[in-house]
């Protein structure tokens, strides 16, 4: 098993290299590689970058267009359904 994939189960303290443990199947874990470093194995190591960057330059990144609601028709369904409610509320009262 390689460092980089090793993970450790927060659970059952089993280590694995799977999605959840095989041996309790909780998909809580930790690298391995976070409390021992793995070597560089490329001729070329990777720039260093710290986790908060990685994490402001995703957040940086343009995020796709919010899409459009499936539903436009709902809220103004809601809203007729509401004043119909209404108005026969009222005019039951005045009976």
Known sequence: MQLRV???CLDCEEIHADRT???CTSESF???SRWVPAPERRARPRPDTTDAETYRALLAAESPEPRPSSHPWLKGGAML???GL???LLKRRRE
């Open 21 to 23: 443990c095989p041996r």
């Open 81 to 83: 359904a509401t004043i």
């Open 30 to 32: 930790a690298l391995i």
């Open 86 to 88: 209404g108005s026969w």
């Open 6 to 8: 090793a993970r450790l």
